[in-house]
């Protein structure tokens, strides 16, 4: 089980952290962050690997940054300088070869607006 928290209602150039708690050992998993925004479908955002290796979505590097915890098992997202075109759902992933498919969050809402 995935749970994400920390979204909330911000204004525009502020930042957020979001945090995603596993109900498990999130040490095998490659843990991801996906989002869905106002008309779009469901988008990765940034992933990080077990061993540590991120990859953020190209349009958010600079901004976004993704980490993880695993003695928490906790991955988070921190989001800078926030734009309205950020708000949507903020939704947690995991994911492994030795799963069918991937586990995911109930999602956490982040709206930027002034």
């Known amino acids: 089980q995935l749970v994400e928290s920390g979204g909330g209602l911000v204004q525009p150039g502020a930042s957020l952290r979001l945090s995603c708690t596993a109900s498990?050992?999130?040490?095998?998993?490659?843990m991801g962050w996906y989002r869905r925004t106002t008309g779009n479908a469901r988008r990765p955002v940034a992933t990080?690997?077990?061993?540590?290796?991120?990859t953020i979505s190209d349009s958010l590097k600079g901004r976004f940054t993704i980490s993880r915890d695993n003695a928490k098992n906790t991955v988070y997202l921190s989001m800078n300088d926030l734009k309205v075109e950020d708000t949507g759902v903020y939704y947690c992933n995991a994911d492994s070869k030795a799963i069918l498919k991937p586990y995911w969050g109930q999602g956490t809402q982040v709206t930027v607006a002034s």
């Open positions: 498990e050992s999130i040490f095998p998993y490659e």
């Open positions: 990080i690997l077990a061993g540590g290796m991120t």
